[in-house]
């Protein structure tokens, strides 16, 4: 079949790129929409991450962006061919595949999707100067980092993840205080019993944060009581959001079966989704590890089961 794609990807972080690298070494000559400005910028949250301490084979660290910059330049030198371009629209309803952006329109027999997830954000009046500043979605990603180390730490949430990242940022912070707008948790019960009989963390019940403070980095929040609305400040060194994540799926939207959070559904054990020769890796379909190594570990997954499916449908 004449100029068909064998394989499409959307989305360029660790994930779109694993899979960008992994099926033009198996000679399926990939095309990628690296994105422009929708769902984020190219390459995913790690452009807006400064170091990235966790990421195998870097023992000194290495800052985001040029982590990216290699996985990209990687790319590039097995001839996967970029558009950085937003893809507008997919058409899964028949084979070979449509997938379009303002600029072209490709027909594709394979497609992976590797859209990513935003972190929601609290839209504080000083967030964007100083996220990636003491300001963090990912408490395994970042509370580690020595700007964290042995100082009083904040975190926003009341359902298990905030849980779980409290009780993780206590084994470098002084103090970790979890506040939540309501006057008790959402989490399992078993995380609330570890969090409230934890000596380091405090839970402050029925407040939000009003605002960041802070010039070149966080020095504390500015809290706000729901009932009363009388505000203190609180000193810290990071503030910590663990209030979920929006997966990059309108595209998809009553296309693939997608889970009640939005997540892309995937058959166990692979990349598979609901339309067969469509693939989904990275946080897109992880809602539980998003991290850069699995996100870059599904991207491998990815690309074989689509090598794989289109060698059975060849046959």
Known sequence: MPNVEHVTIIGSGPAGHTAAL???????????????????????????????????GFPEGIQGPALMEAFRKQSVRFETRIFTEDVVRVDLSRHPFTVASAERELTTRSL???????????????????????ISACAVCDGALPIFRNKPLVVVGGGDSAAEESTFLTKFASKVYLVHRRGELRASKIMQERVLKHPKIEVIWN?????????????????KEVTTGRERT??????????????NTDLVAGQLELDRDGYIVTAP???????????????????KYRQAVTAAGSGCMAAIDCERW???AAA
């Open 22 to 56: 992994y099926t033009s070494r198996a000679n399926l000559k990939p095309v990628m929409f690296e994105g422009f400005s929708a769902g984020g910028i190219p390459g995913g949250q790690l452009l807006t991450t400064t170091e990235v301490e966790n990421y195998p």
């Open 112 to 134: 992976i999707l590797a859209t990513g997830a935003a972190a929601k954000r609290l839209q504080l009046p000083s967030e964007p100067k100083l996220w990636n500043k003491g």
């Open 207 to 223: 407040t939000v944060v009003a605002d960041v403070l802070g010039d070149e980095a966080v020095s504390g929040v500015r809290l």
């Open 234 to 247: 609180v000193a810290c060194g990071g503030l910590f959001y663990a209030i979920g994540f929006t997966p």
């Open 269 to 287: 054990g692979s990349t598979r989704t609901s339309v067969p020769g469509v693939f989904a890796c990275g946080d897109v379909q992880d809602k």
């Open 310 to 312: 289109l060698a059975a």
